[in-house]
């Protein structure tokens, strides 16, 4: 819940932007959502509110770490400089640091403002506010239909591009952006260099009652993992327990998609992934050069019918490579712990990865043991070391068990809803509304994108429209 409480006079500019003021001041409830869909749908704001410079302030719950670092970010982005001696100590007490503050620079005395620097905007997830202003809200259903002509103009076959696109607007729905439609232009270019073969189709090439080894031949590694998946499903049906590995594959996408595959056919699912050569981009604990991947791994617990599954899905670096592209796009600071420069000094700025930087193992050394058992799996036991050389190395370990085979399945069923209970059942934190069980943000962002749209950064549809523009189409969002 949000209520207005000031509105900066001196940018009413014309009266449809007064007559938009005048009906936020007479709305007494709705969500904060609500009240930012009526900013930015004003036709007078409709190129982002903030170069208007319309200052609105809401009053609604918001940590104190987030709601300083929106003040200090949004009040940069508008031009506003903030007094030092005020909310630069209260950024650093909510863990703000000090690169942080520094990168906003030119900060004055409030008694040195102007009539328009004296809005300072302080309202309920102002960065969102921000980002929405700078982005576009697009369907699934467009976003499907785009991208399915950008890469069969790119050459690969109806099955090809029906499966990878699948996955890629999934991941926006699912709410990770890093795995979705940004992707579409690096995967054409890998097309068109001889990374990625489009027409490919993955084949098995070592076999057993409950295992199986699968060569995706440099297709997209969507399509491989969903065989994957499909394989470990069927032979877990028969045998109780399976693993299917894959090698020779490009980019495998979220992997989370497939061991919520595996759950929705009444499965436990586990997947991993990792390549032999790299890119090595992040640092092993203690040391100063890359190593290692960010081999990320899943596990996806099914539940009562109707319910999505517990899902466990992250990678063992300290944030996923395809994050940061989605905060360069945003151009956002990263969090503390997550990167270094080419120095190998922390940094909070996303182009010092870019640069040369390295990621981070996730928990130091605990992240890094983990990362390092993800690559012997995932590349040990899908001989994705004997790749040759020059050609895409990517690997998957899927891993599916018949909960039945060890006890009743519906009393299996039984205990995960009651653990789930249990857990909805503790009263939140501070600062929290309630406690989600794994795989609860997901399934929430997904059901509203597919309501509302998927938010897509201006900077990624740019990308996606040059692609186009290359292979000889035109789309528009």
């Not at 990362?371 to 070391?385: I, M």
Request: net charge neutral; with cysteine; aromatic share 6%.
């Amino acid at each position: 819940m949000a209520r207005l409480s000031y509105v900066r006079t001196d940018a009413l500019q014309d009266q449809s932007l007064a007559d938009l003021v005048e009906r936020i001041r007479q709305q007494r409830s709705g969500s904060v959502n609500e009240l930012y869909r009526m900013l930015l749908n004003s036709p007078s704001i409709a190129d982002g509110w903030l170069r208007l410079g319309t200052a609105v302030r809401f009053e609604a719950q918001l940590d104190g770490r987030s709601r300083e670092l929106a003040i200090c970010r949004v009040g940069q982005l508008n031009g506003a400089q903030y007094e030092w001696d005020h909310h630069v100590p209260l950024a650093r007490r909510e863990g703000i640091t000090d690169g942080q503050v520094a990168a906003l620079g030119g900060w004055r005395s409030s008694d040195q403002f102007d009539a328009r620097e004296r809005a300072v905007l302080d309202y309920a997830d102002a960065m969102d506010l921000w980002r929405r202003a700078k982005m576009l809200t697009i369907s699934a259903r467009r976003l499907t239909d785009v991208a399915t002509s950008i890469f069969t103009a790119a050459g690969a076959t109806p099955e090809n591009a029906q499966g990878v696109v699948s996955s890629l607007v999934d991941a926006n729905l699912a709410g990770h952006d890093s795995h979705g439609v940004i992707r579409i232009s690096a995967y054409v270019k890998d097309i068109r260099e001889g990374r990625l073969d489009p027409k490919a189709t993955p084949v098995v090439v070592r076999e057993t009652a409950s295992t199986a080894v699968i060569d995706g031949g440099t297709t997209f590694g969507q399509v491989s993992s969903r065989m994957a998946a499909d394989l470990a499903i069927r032979k877990a049906r028969a045998a109780s327990l399976a693993a299917v590995a894959a090698n020779h594959c490009h980019h495998t996408g979220r992997i989370g998609e497939w061991t919520e595959r595996v759950a929705a056919a009444g499965l436990v699912g586990m997947a991993t992934t990792a390549g032999p050569r790299g890119p090595q981009s992040v640092a092993p604990f203690g040391g100063a050069k890359g190593a290692l991947g960010t081999n990320p791994m899943s596990w996806a617990i099914p539940r009562a019918a109707g319910h999505p599954p517990v899902l466990m899905d992250y990678a063992t670096s300290a944030v996923a490579q395809g994050k940061l592209q989605v905060a360069r796009a945003k151009q956002e600071p990263v969090p503390d712990g997550c990167i270094i420069d080419a120095a190998g000094k922390p940094t909070n700025n996303v182009e010092d990865f870019f640069a040369g930087g390295l990621l981070l193992p996730f928990a130091g050394h605990k992240g890094y043991a983990l990362s390092v058992v993800v690559e012997l799996l995932s590349v040990g036991l899908s001989a994705g070391d004997k790749v040759p050389a020059g050609e895409r190395a990517g690997t998957v370990l899927m891993v599916a068990i018949d909960p039945g085979a060890f006890r009743p399945a519906e009393e299996f069923t039984k205990y995960v809803e009651s653990v789930v209970a249990r857990l909805k059942a503790i009263p939140p934190a501070p600062g929290f509304s309630e406690v989600l069980v794994p795989g609860e943000p997901e399934a929430r962002t997904r059901a509203t994108r597919q309501r509302e749209g998927i938010p897509v950064p201006e900077r990624t549809w740019e990308g996606i429209e040059a692609t186009a523009r290359e292979l000889g189409l035109s789309v528009a969002a």
